[in-house]
């Protein structure tokens, strides 16, 4: 079983349209995360949640829309897609919000604009 | 946050010791160091963590001096499958959120 799981694994799209990519974690852990790795390889978070609540909200163009039905769950939604958001994008999830607890990565998106 | 300096790649060869050095001059009381290795294609994984002296786990020992203000990731007979990139983070107990991963060393195995 993967742990944390995302679909779709590659996402090819033209630009202006939106798109969703979804997470899901089976750990039972309480907090989740959206992480953007660009060409350069860094990677930054975007979004963390914590029992469905937004707990983080880095500085993301207000375009990208989490959503967390429920704790084991979190999607990311981008609307007017453009070029820049071109990107490898991974899920996480950790036991908790306030350790250092391990936490654990999705296999990743890699979302390409055209 | 401490912020931290790692070298931005490394070579070896199948069979041969790595350490991976990292410096965090101004690490905090409360932070811990905690290293993630990345492979191609997909996404950190935990490799080890540490507060003081000497962790050893299946996979990695990390060694931390008195003072704090660096850490060595020991990986012991490298293969292959270590090629990946390797972050080293250092943060305290404000949650994993609050960890920045740097540039990472890009560690590259030959045989």
């Known amino acids: 079983d993967t742990a944390v799981s995302q679909t779709p694994k590659y996402l090819v799209t033209q630009m202006g349209n939106d798109k969703s990519i979804k997470c899901e974690q089976n750990?039972?852990?309480?907090?989740m995360y959206w992480y953007k790795q660009d060409s350069k390889k860094f990677l930054k978070i975007m979004f963390s949640?914590?029992?469905?609540?937004?707990?983080i909200n880095e500085t993301v163009p207000n375009r990208f829309s989490p959503k967390s039905p429920d704790k084991a769950h979190l999607n990311l939604h981008i609307n007017s897609l453009e070029l820049g958001d071109s990107a490898v994008y991974f899920c996480?999830?950790?036991?908790?919000?306030?350790?250092?607890?391990?936490?654990?990565f999705g296999q990743g998106t890699r979302l390409t604009v055209v | 946050l401490a912020k931290t300096t790692q070298p931005i790649s490394m070579d070896s060869y199948e069979g041969q010791e790595v350490n991976i050095t990292c410096s965090h001059n101004?690490?905090?009381?409360?932070?811990?160091i905690t290293w993630y290795q990345q492979f191609p294609s997909q996404g950190p994984r935990f490799i080890i963590q540490?507060?003081?002296t000497k962790v050893t786990n299946e996979v990695a020992s990390l060694f931390i001096p008195a003072d704090r203000k660096s850490s060595t990731l020991s990986l012991p007979r490298v293969s292959l499958s270590d090629t990946a990139v390797y972050y080293c983070?250092?943060?305290?107990?404000?949650?994993?959120?609050?960890?920045?991963f740097g540039t990472g060393t890009r560690l590259l195995v030959s045989p």
């Open positions: 996480a999830s950790s036991p908790d919000r306030d350790s250092l607890s391990e936490a654990f």
């Open positions: 750990l039972g852990h309480d907090t």
């Open positions: 949640y914590n029992n469905k609540e937004l707990i």
């Open positions: 101004n690490i905090a009381t409360n932070d811990y």
């Open positions: 540490g507060y003081k």
């Open positions: 983070l250092v943060g305290g107990n404000t949650g994993f959120q609050k960890l920045v």
